[in-house]
């Protein structure tokens, strides 16, 4: 299979699987703000790895694949309804911290920012 039409899957796969997140009702997926980093389509299309990660840290992403392994069927289902494949991969979700880790350079960055105009001034 050509590998534009796995990274289209995958899009495809990440743009529906957000869309059924906000359907999920279990208290450990809604509990925190959730993001769909990336999705990895095996090949033969039998496995989609779901990177997961939230906003609150590593911890609530964790809780959050917890959440979303019990409700694993219930997702592959509305996505196999909604994309109408032939097979519909099954979901296996990861923790991912990217949130918390772009969130941590974002503040290290307006600190820096904030601190460069002091120097500024002093050189004038």
């Known amino acids: 299979m050509p590998n534009y039409r796995m990274d289209r899957t995958s899009e495809d796969i990440m743009r529906e699987l957000t869309a059924i997140l906000r359907t999920v009702k279990d208290p450990r997926v809604t509990g925190s703000m959730l993001s769909i980093v990336r999705v990895?389509?095996?090949?033969?299309?039998?496995?989609?790895?779901?990177?997961?990660?939230?906003?609150?840290?590593?911890?609530?992403?964790?809780?959050?694949?917890?959440?979303l392994k019990s409700a694993a069927?219930?997702?592959?289902?509305?996505?196999g309804l909604a994309l109408k494949l032939r097979h519909t991969p099954?979901?296996?979700?990861?923790?991912?911290?990217?949130?918390?880790?772009?969130?941590?350079?974002?503040?290290?960055?307006n600190r820096i920012i904030k601190e460069e105009p002091d120097h500024d001034q002093e050189d004038q």
């Open 40 to 67: 990895d389509v095996t090949r033969d299309m039998s496995y989609a790895t779901v990177y997961i990660s939230s906003i609150s840290g590593m911890d609530a992403a964790k809780e959050a694949v917890k959440g």
């Open 73 to 79: 069927g219930y997702m592959r289902r509305e996505l």
């Open 90 to 109: 099954e979901l296996r979700f990861v923790a991912d911290d990217s949130i918390a880790y772009s969130s941590g350079i974002a503040a290290t960055l």
